[in-house]
Nanobody, 124 residues
Framework: QVQLVESGGGLVQAGGSLRLSCAASGRSFSSAAMGWFRQAPGKEREFVAAINWSGGSAAYADSVKGRFTISRDNAKNIVFLQLNSLKPEDTAIYYC?????????????????WGQGTQVTVSS
C-alpha cells in the first residue's frame, strides 16, 4: 500500500507557472512508475505525464508537451510536475498515481494508487 498526497495547486493567470508535488509514503516509492492525470468538470480523467521508476523515461500528452515537465526524487519519495505557460484549458483537478511496475502507462486503469488531487485554476 502507498499513500499519495498532492500539493502545489492554486489560481494562476494564463502564461503563469505552478509546481505540483506528490509525496508518497508506505510502500517503496522507487519501485513505482508514477503518473499525473487531470480531470476537468464534466470531462473524463485524462493522462498528462508519466515517469518510470528511475526517472530515465517520461511521456507527455500532446496537449502539454513542451510546457509541462515531470520529474522525481526517489531519495525524498516525491514526484513533481512543473507547469509552465499555463492556459485556461489546463484548469482541472490534478491527480498523481502509482503503478508498481518499472514502466509508465497512459491509461488511468493501469494505476492502482491515487492521491486526492489538487486544484489548478488558470484565469484568462
Amino acid at each position: 500500500q502507498v499513500q499519495l498526497v498532492e500539493s502545489g495547486g492554486g489560481l494562476v493567470q494564463a502564461g503563469g507557472s505552478l509546481r505540483l508535488s506528490c509525496a508518497a509514503s508506505g510502500r517503496s516509492f522507487s519501485s513505482a512508475a508514477m503518473g499525473w492525470f487531470r480531470q476537468a468538470p464534466g470531462k473524463e480523467r485524462e493522462f498528462v505525464a508519466a515517469i518510470n521508476w528511475s526517472g530515465g523515461s517520461a511521456a507527455y500528452a500532446d496537449s502539454v508537451k513542451g510546457r509541462f515537465t515531470i520529474s522525481r526524487d526517489n531519495a525524498k519519495n516525491i514526484v513533481f510536475l512543473q507547469l509552465n505557460s499555463l492556459k485556461p484549458e489546463d484548469t482541472a483537478i490534478y491527480y498523481c498515481a502509482a503503478r508498481y511496475a518499472s514502466t509508465w502507462r497512459r491509461g488511468p486503469d493501469e494505476y492502482a494508487y491515487w492521491g486526492q488531487g489538487t486544484q489548478v485554476t488558470v484565469s484568462s
